[in-house]
């Protein structure tokens, strides 16, 4: 298996609403991110994972939240967005380490809209 | 700071010409590594070719080949014979050596083939 699967796919919330992005990976990768990308510009990093554990976060704002339950799951929980945050959403899977850069896979994302 | 310059922002053809994407790159690593993403308009990203600072060859799959040249900090995409399917929007990413800093893309190039 050498994908990575993001649900929902299309995500419509109001600004009250509290909703979860999930991500999930079955090859083994260790690491696990989360990119925000705005229409026409490049994907830009929120978080980063390691071995479950958070090891960059981008000055994201709170309401934005991610968990990692595990070493193939990866949530991002969302709470009293603004509709400036309605992007498209990419999860990605590496290996760690200086393998990092053998391999990074990105899942087709979840475009989400706040209204 | 790792940068990744894209100077062209759209790029128009008719199908069968060829094109060249332009990346230029800025790192103060020596080792380090770029990459090559293809966004369709469906979102996902999909991996095109990574290449190590070490390996300047150049390399060819396909219609697509790639120009690596050290000496002036550019990793250049070219398309030969393009086609409709080859619209999409194209990024440069790179990554330095250590692993700790993900990928940093370039602002991308969207290119328009008409038939």
């Known amino acids: 298996d050498t994908e990575v699967t993001q649900t929902p796919k299309h995500l419509v919330m109001g600004m009250t609403n509290k909703k979860s992005l999930k991500c999930e990976q079955h090859?083994?990768?260790?690491?696990m991110y989360w990119y925000k990308q705005k229409a026409k510009k490049p994907p830009e990093l929120m978080f980063v994972y390691s071995y479950e554990k958070l090891s960059i976060n981008e000055s994201v704002p709170s309401r934005f939240s991610p968990e990692c339950p595990n070493s193939s799951l990866l949530n991002l929980h969302l709470h009293a967005l603004q509709p400036e945050d309605s992007a498209l959403y990419l999860c990605a899977s590496s290996p760690t380490g200086t393998a990092v850069n053998y391999g990074y896979t990105f899942g087709s994302g979840t475009r989400l809209t706040v209204v | 700071a790792q940068k990744v310059t894209q100077a062209q922002t759209e790029i128009s053809v008719v199908e069968k010409e060829d094109v060249t994407l332009d990346c230029v790159y800025e790192t103060r690593d020596t080792t380090y590594y770029l990459f090559w993403y293809k966004q369709p308009p469906s979102g996902e990203l999909v991996f095109l070719i990574r290449?190590?600072?070490?390996?300047?060859q150049n390399e060819i799959s396909g219609r697509y080949s790639w120009n690596f040249q050290k000496s002036t900090s550019s990793f250049n995409f070219t398309i030969t014979a393009s086609q409709v399917v080859d619209s999409a929007v194209y990024f440069c990413a790179l990554s330095e050596e250590s692993g700790n800093t993900p990928l940093v893309f370039g602002k991308g190039t969207r290119l328009s083939v008409i038939a």
């Open positions: 290449r190590n600072s070490f390996d300047e």
């Open positions: 090859m083994g990768h260790r690491a």
